[in-house]
């Protein structure tokens, strides 16, 4: 004779094992989204909002859709030029900043101002007008400086420069330094003709 199940009745143990936490399984949410995904839902999120309006009035989704591109287009050139229009005056500082290390990299040469005059026609010569007109800019300082007439500094601007020097054969070659080494169109040949060709009325 088989003894009786000490557990009591099978059936209800069997459903009190299944319905344990070990059985249990945590529902499985949705995947978190990436910031590509999200950026995306926004977008679409903005253009449906732009673009139903349109949909009810016009009732055509062509037209709306193309409408919607003008006004993004719009939207995307007009935040460029905020941008370029902030970031001008950075932009003309690091060029600044550039510009006078090289003239103080040219007045760290080794040599005297005939020197720097030498390597400036040289560098125009190999099609480096910028390099020439730096150093130009920077053999005709240092001439001022070797003669007396007005000792280096290298914290005074262009404009200071002119004002100390106060000859008009210098505040013509300044102007021409300034285009060269500040201004957006650069240097170029003539340019540097021009300033070696009055180079010795600067310094005079």
């Given at each position: ?65 193309l409408i919607g591109i003008v006004?993004?287009v719009a939207a995307v050139a ?127």
């Open positions: 004779m088989i003894p009786p199940w000490p557990h009591g009745d099978p059936r209800t143990l069997a459903r009190e094992i299944v319905a344990g936490a070990r059985y249990r399984t945590a529902q499985q949410g949705p995947a978190p989204k990436s910031w590509i995904e999200l950026a995306f839902d926004a977008l679409r999120a903005w253009w449906n909002n732009l673009t139903d309006p349109l949909n009810h009035m016009l009732g055509n989704p062509a037209v709306s859709g006004v993004l007009f935040l460029i030029a905020v941008v370029a229009y902030f970031a001008r005056p950075a932009v003309a500082r690091l060029r600044a900043r550039a510009t006078q290390g090289d003239v103080s990299q040219a007045l760290a040469a080794e040599g005297d101002a005939r020197a720097l005059r030498v390597q400036a026609r040289a560098a125009a010569a190999a099609g480096r007008c910028r390099d020439a007109a730096a150093l130009l800019w920077a053999s005709a300082l240092r001439a001022l400086d070797e003669r007396g007439a007005v000792r280096y500094d290298a914290a005074r601007t262009p404009g200071e420069w002119r004002r100390v020097v106060s000859r008009p054969a210098f505040d013509a070659f300044a102007r021409d330094a300034v285009v060269a080494l500040f201004g957006d169109r650069g240097a170029d040949a003539a340019l540097v003709e021009r300033m070696d060709a009055s180079y010795d009325q600067v310094i005079a």
